[in-house]
């Protein structure tokens, strides 16, 4: 291309990209204010809340007419503005100045929250509504909002090639092992979509589309492969961070900053703006070999899951593990493994094609099917979402049709409405139904008593199917929030650690299906109990019920605090108790 001509693509691209996403954050703010005008003049007509109680009796109807669309309105736009950065432009530039605008609003908040001209607590500028936590993050409205527009994949870099994509990143790398560099925005599916045709992933992918690398690493992240490689946050070479007085540093495990490393993860944003991580990857294959394990008892399932899943040898390990429990004695135990390619006749299942059935229920019919194994090739990225499209099993409750076949070929490539959309169109009714009556809690506890775990569940809550993830949990020194494991009785080249599981229940319990009394606080507060008394930990995405003390014996905070102290953390930032049990708390 003539060097003018270069030239001038470079100068519209450079005016385009701002614009693109300018106007994303202009939808959102429109779109916001346009609704507060709609609902003012629809209650000043009298109409609002006859129309509220339609819309809640009719949920899955308004999901499907309004939700479905405006969710894939918004993934084209997201796509639109990722294939300009990455096929058109250079990505590190616009990170650099990216950064130093957060610095200087940050610094701006900091002077003018100390004047007395505005909040002295600093949080991102994300609304609520588009994470995908439940919770309504209702302290944002009493703190300095600071934009954090970092939604880029920047570079891939592996140091065994001299001419990779390392001069993306014009910087001498100090690491032995290649890495992807990101910032805090981008989700799941866009940096699967990225790393898988380049024959990469990353060692722990965490399920759902919509979930980004700042959350899973401010908050926590785990999948499958966590027997293998623990939590998402063990993937982090390097942070990028700005703190609570717009200073910016760089965070490693053996740097001048190294305190803070372990502090990071699970924090919430109480210490630092994350500005962009760096994360290790390793090779791909394009399949998956899937093997199903229907157990009819529980101690067989237990049986069988731990026994895929525990010992120190590693490389004699199932890449991914996880199983399904769709009652106190049925579950079916899945152990898979990359693979290059798909053996004649063999079954390969493209579980991601739009018409295909939801995976619980798929697996769900492999219960029922009477076999006692069932193999099956999966492509590798069908198999990273593999519950997306379900939002695991909590579609069903929204879109009661939405597994049957005729909506599937129909409607199903709309599938699934974004969490954040949903969130935003609830009505106060469908708000209270979910705050009183639904759970959505992970919990993360020792896998040596898995199955009385299992029954204490199904005793409180009666929620299934269940999905049990296991991970290593290791110890740090109790330099993180999670204490370190009560048995750490293996180990490998990152350290100490102790074989957990995480037990996700997402639903609505036996009692409210069974339309008897439940109570949301005191099954959940025993539920919280039986975690601390345990060992476990509680993931925080969701409500925590429990009281200030009993949340600072279930986390570490004795490091957390004096990071906090350091790092100029304690008046510029709240604590996490704060942004997670504002509902509950005393």
């Known amino acids: 291309m003539p060097h003018a001509a270069a030239a001038g693509i470079d100068m519209i691209l450079q005016l385009a990209l701002p614009v693109v996403s300018a106007v994303l954050g202009v939808v959102f703010r429109v779109g916001c204010q346009v609704g507060e005008v709609v609902c003012s003049v629809?209650?000043?007509?009298?109409?609002?809340?006859?129309?509220?109680?339609?819309?809640?009796?009719?949920?899955?109807?308004?999901?499907?007419?309004?939700?479905?669309?405006?969710s894939a309105l918004f993934d084209r736009a997201l796509e639109l503005r990722e294939w300009l950065i990455h096929h058109l432009y250079s990505a590190p530039e616009l990170h650099e100045r990216r950064v130093r605008d957060i610095?200087?609003?940050?610094?701006?908040?900091v002077t003018a929250g100390k004047t007395g001209h505005g909040p002295t607590r600093l949080c991102t500028a994300r609304p609520g509504w588009l994470s995908v936590s439940m919770n309504p993050r209702s302290y944002k409205k009493s703190s300095a909002n600071i934009h954090i527009n970092l939604f880029d994949i920047l570079a891939i870099v592996d140091p065994a090639e001299q001419d990779s994509q390392q001069s993306q990143e014009q910087e001498c790398t100090s690491f032995d092992k290649p890495y992807v560099w990101v910032e805090p925005m981008v989700s799941m599916g866009q940096i699967s979509h990225f790393l898988t045709p380049r024959g990469w992933t990353l060692p722990v992918t965490p399920e759902m589309d919509d979930l980004t690398v700042g959350g899973l690493l401010m908050g926590v992240g785990i999948e499958t492969s966590g027997h293998k490689y623990g939590l998402f946050n063990e993937l982090v070479l390097e942070y990028e961070l700005v703190l609570g007085d717009g200073e910016r540093v760089i965070v490693t495990r053996d740097n001048e900053y190294a305190d803070l490393f372990h502090a990071l993860p699970w924090s919430y944003g109480t210490l630092g703006f994350l500005?962009?991580?760096?994360?290790?990857?390793?090779?791909?294959?394009?399949?998956?070999?899937?093997?199903y394990y229907p157990c009819r008892k529980l101690e067989k399932g237990v049986e069988k899951f731990r026994s895929l899943t525990e010992g120190e040898d590693d490389a004699a390990k199932p890449s991914f593990v996880e199983s399904l429990a769709y009652s106190i004695d049925d579950m079916v135990v899945m152990a898979g493994d990359l693979v290059d390619s798909v053996p004649g006749g063999a079954t390969l299942n493209e579980i991601g094609r739009f018409y295909k059935p939801w995976f619980y229920k798929h697996v769900e019919g492999i219960l029922h099917s009477g076999e006692t194994m069932v193999e099956e090739y999966i492509p590798v990225r069908d198999y990273y979402h593999r519950h997306t499209k379900s939002i695991f099993w909590e579609l069903e409750a929204i879109i009661p049709i939405g597994n049957h076949p005729l909506f599937r070929y129909t409607l199903g490539w709309l599938v699934p409405p974004k969490v954040s959309f949903l969130k935003l169109t609830q009505t106060d009714g469908m708000q209270r139904a979910y705050e009183e009556l639904h759970v959505a809690q992970d919990m993360l506890l020792p896998m040596s008593s898995l199955g009385e775990h299992l029954e204490v569940f199904d005793k409180l809550l009666g929620i299934y199917p269940l999905w049990l993830c296991p991970h290593k949990h290791y110890a740090t020194g109790n330099r993180s929030f999670l204490r370190d494991p009560p048995t750490p009785d293996a180990k490998d080249e990152s350290g100490p650690y102790q074989m957990y599981v995480d037990i996700g229940a997402y639903g609505f319990p036996r009692a409210v299906r069974d339309k008897k009394p439940f109570e949301m606080t005191p099954t959940m507060r025993a539920l919280e109990k039986y975690v601390l008394e345990r060992d476990g930990f509680q993931m925080l995405y969701a409500d925590t019920f429990q009281t200030k003390e009993e949340f600072e014996r279930m986390f570490n905070h004795s490091h957390y605090k004096a990071m906090r102290a350091k790092y100029n953390a304690e008046s510029a930032f709240g604590?996490?108790?704060d942004k997670m049990a504002l509902r509950h708390s005393g």
């Open 575 to 577: 604590v996490v108790y």
């Open 275 to 291: 500005a962009s991580v760096k994360l290790a990857i390793i090779p791909c294959k394009p399949f998956v070999r899937l093997r």
């Open 103 to 109: 610095q200087q609003q940050v610094r701006a908040a």
């Open 42 to 70: 629809l209650k000043s007509m009298g109409v609002w809340e006859p129309l509220m109680e339609l819309i809640t009796d009719h949920r899955g109807i308004f999901v499907i007419i309004f939700v479905l669309p405006l």
